[in-house]
């Protein structure tokens, strides 16, 4: 009897252990270039894995009307907080910024909202040097994220490109971020020239539609970037899964 209690409470373990790994493989990655899981279901030519704050950089350069579009994925440090992509015409830091700021509104929906960030102590609300014609936000698992296309000023061949994440939004305003390494040193250029798309590859393409299968491995946070991968995830968590049962099976029929 002792046995038959222990082999139901070893089955029962296995089956929960069993149960979490498939719970946590149902659950998307967005915050790396090793998954293409984008919940807009777009392809981009290009990513990147930034070098801090653990975010990343899909992006497509079209050359033909020089707009940048792009995805932009970091965890905010609180779940109330926010996330900014930004490019600086005039400098490599945060003083000089043309900033895309996700955040959630008084509704508790997504929003992107622009701003000129005209020095450290100014985040005001503001139409900025790029024309943006179309953005929009979203926040799953913790992630927050930024969807945009940028109009660039023509035989643009690399921007300075700059990102960061805060804590908290007050008002509609977001408050100022940390300044932690990771958040000064969250700089970086973008080469445009060297892997802008073709005309038959268009910006932020949807999955399976002319921007193809993306292969490749990440580049640096300060390159260009390299193609999405598709996910190994699911096969790992497939053998996982297999040899937890596999064990169940084996103890079923010791005892």
């Known amino acids: 009897m002792a046995m038959f209690r222990l082999a139901s409470s070893v089955v ?31 392809v981009y030519t290009n990513c990147t894995d930034l070098p801090t704050l653990n975010s990343t950089l899909h992006w497509t350069y079209t050359l033909e009307n020089s707009t940048l579009s792009i995805a932009f994925i970091a965890p905010p440090a609180t779940p109330n907080g926010w996330i900014a992509w930004a490019i600086n015409p005039t400098g490599t830091g945060m003083a000089g910024s043309q900033s895309l700021i996700a955040f959630k509104d008084s509704n508790d929906s997504m929003t992107v909202k622009t701003y000129n960030i005209s020095s450290y102590a ?9 024309e943006v014609p179309e953005s929009s936000a979203e926040f799953v698992n913790g992630v927050m994220m930024i969807f945009a296309s940028v109009k660039l000023p023509e035989n643009m061949t690399e921007v300075n490109q700059v990102w960061q994440v805060g804590g908290s939004v007050t008002d509609g305003r977001p408050a100022k971020h940390a300044f932690l390494p990771a958040n000064l040193n969250a700089v970086g250029k973008l080469q445009l020239a ?8 268009p910006a932020g393409a949807p999955a399976g539609g002319p921007a193809g299968s993306p292969a490749g491995s990440p580049a640096s946070g300060s390159g260009g970037g390299s193609a999405v991968a598709p996910s190994s995830s699911l096969g790992s968590v497939s053998a996982g899964v297999y040899g937890v049962v596999t064990i169940i099976g084996c103890l079923v029929g010791f005892f």
């Open 12 to 42: 029962f373990l296995l089956f929960t252990l069993t149960s979490l790994v498939l719970q946590s493989s149902s659950s998307p990655v967005y915050s790396s270039c090793s998954s293409n899981k984008l919940p807009n279901k777009k």
């Open 122 to 130: 100014s985040i005001v609300e503001g139409k900025i040097a790029f």
């Open 194 to 201: 060297e892997k802008a798309a073709t005309a038959g590859v």
